[in-house]
Antibody, heavy 119, light 106 residues
Framework: QVQLQQWGAGLLQPSETLSLTCAVY????????WSWIRQSPGKGLEWIAE???????NYNPSLKSRVTISVGTSKNEFSLNLTSVTAADTAVYYC?????????????WGQGTLVTVSS | DIQMTQSPSSLSASVGDRVTITCRAS??????LNWYQQKPGKAPKLLIY???SLHSGVPSRFSGSGSGTDYTLTISSLQPEDFATYYC????????FGQGTKLEIK
């Protein structure tokens, strides 16, 4: 059974960098894309970025200038960095597994991390 | 970005009712359309993929249809555990989600 467990700081001040990590247990890390998705009352569900085991990445153009997604050295972890956060980045952040056959679906999700940006 | 518009935004229904939720894309997405269910405090769960294919383990009372820009999720006979928020998601372009439809008990 695939499980995704995520962690990171939950309270940030404006202009700081958001950092989250997700560990994948069970199943294969290769053969899938691994994604970050956030959910806020104002913007709903918003896809942020994805990465595969070899480091190939795709970013949401609206966030690309501030986002970095990376694979951890252990190869069953991946991370998100979002720079220069503002109150608009307050959201629940989910890590997720993305399958691409027959179409792109998000079929496993982490438990979510509430990140609040406030001074 | 491809915009996804769901209707209605909220819906009240009773156990046993047949319910339909609609999702409209701002351009044709060629059935690159998935449906998710989310309950409070939990991550979304995949229900339907590729517009009409039932995800493993999802009850057969859920079904999806549509093509081009217009898609529907139907629950044939509402059960108590179906009261939740439903989202559509397209993957024809950069992934985007609908704003959600909250299904409440009447």
């Amino acid at each position: 059974q695939v499980q995704l467990q995520q962690w990171g700081a939950g309270l940030l001040q404006p202009s700081e960098t958001l950092s989250l990590t997700c560990a994948v247990y069970g199943g294969s890390f290769s053969g899938y894309y691994w994604s970050w998705i956030r959910q806020s009352p104002g913007k709903g569900l918003e896809w942020i970025a994805e990465i595969n085991h070899s480091g190939s990445t795709n970013y949401n153009p609206s966030l690309k200038s501030r986002v970095t997604i990376s694979v951890g050295t252990s190869k069953n972890e991946f991370s998100l960095n979002l720079t220069s956060v503002t109150a608009a980045d307050t959201a629940v952040y989910y890590c997720a597994r993305v399958s691409r056959f027959p179409i792109i679906v998000v079929n496993y999700w982490g438990q979510g991390t509430l990140v609040t940006v406030s001074s | 970005d491809i915009q996804m518009t769901q209707s209605p935004s909220s819906l009240s229904a009773s156990v046993g009712d047949r319910v339909t939720i609609t999702c409209r894309a701002s351009q044709s997405i060629s059935s690159y359309l998935n449906w998710y269910q989310q309950k409070p405090g939990k991550a979304p769960k995949l229900l339907i993929y590729a517009a009409s294919s039932l995800h493993s383990g999802v009850p057969s009372r859920f079904s999806g249809s549509g093509s081009g820009t217009d898609y529907t999720l139907t629950i044939s006979s509402l059960q108590p555990e179906d009261f939740a928020t439903y989202y559509c998601q397209q993957s024809y372009g950069t992934i985007t989600f609908g704003q959600g439809t909250k299904l409440e008990i009447k």
